[in-house]
């Protein structure tokens, strides 16, 4: 299996490419702005590909061959980026995309959390809307995943719920979702076409525990 990390400077993707290296079937493309933030882990990769998330002869070149997509964007312009990487994908014949966006992109959180969530980050949730919608548009077997907040705890505990359902908890470590990405890299089928609120439900309540 040949996979494509686009992101890989993020805390998240780090960990994802942790575990993927002891996966002797998986081989990874990594892609991305700075090679100089390639990851240590990154060494047993089958090939890296530097270059920017809107270039589309540059994605196309990352796409070819590959069995899945994991998109972990970070930057200006998370929705053309996201537009970018779609059509880069179709051009390819590529289908399966794990896509990282946020919380709160459907006002999910309740009560006190809500409002405190998006006094935090409402503006800045727009774009990952728009990119969500992207990545649900017909023509791609997606896992689209929208972590609670994210803390450095070194545990793997957490609950997925389905877009429409109660969102819980109101934070989640990276190692959790980077383990819930991994999953889904090894088993094609698991997930797919579920757009998840990931969150540690032992923590909920009007805002993270570090806040």
């Not at 990154?42 to 070149?61: F, H, I, S």
């Not at 995309?97 to 935090?120: D, N, R, T």
């Not at 995943?145 to 429409?164: Q, S």
Request: with cysteine; glycine share 10%.
């Amino acid at each position: 299996m040949e996979d494509p990390i686009l992101g890989i400077g993020g805390q998240v993707a780090r960990h994802v490419i942790d575990l993927m290296a002891g996966q002797d079937a998986t081989w990874l493309t990594l892609f991305l702005r700075n090679v100089r933030k390639l990851h240590r882990a990154a060494c047993g990769a089958v090939r890296v590909v530097t270059g920017d998330g809107l270039d589309k002869a540059v994605l196309g070149e990352a796409m070819q061959g590959q069995d899945l997509v994991y998109a972990n964007l970070a930057g200006d312009g998370i929705d053309r980026q996201t537009k970018a990487v779609v059509a880069a994908m179709k051009s390819a014949d590529v289908q399966r995309l794990i896509f990282i966006a946020s919380l709160g992109i459907y006002v999910e959180p309740v009560g006190e959390f809500q409002q405190w969530s998006k006094a935090m980050i409402g503006e800045e949730l727009k774009p990952f809307r728009r990119a969500a919608d992207v990545v649900e548009a017909p023509g791609l077997d997606y896992t689209l995943l929208r972590p609670a907040w994210l803390t450095d705890e070194d545990e793997v505990g957490y609950e997925a719920t389905a877009k429409g359902e109660t969102f819980n908890g109101t934070e989640v470590s990276r190692r959790s979702v980077a383990y819930l990405v991994a999953k889904a890299i090894v088993r094609l089928t698991l997930h797919v076409r579920a757009n998840l609120e990931v969150g540690n439900p032992g923590s909920n309540g009007d805002k993270p525990s570090f806040y």
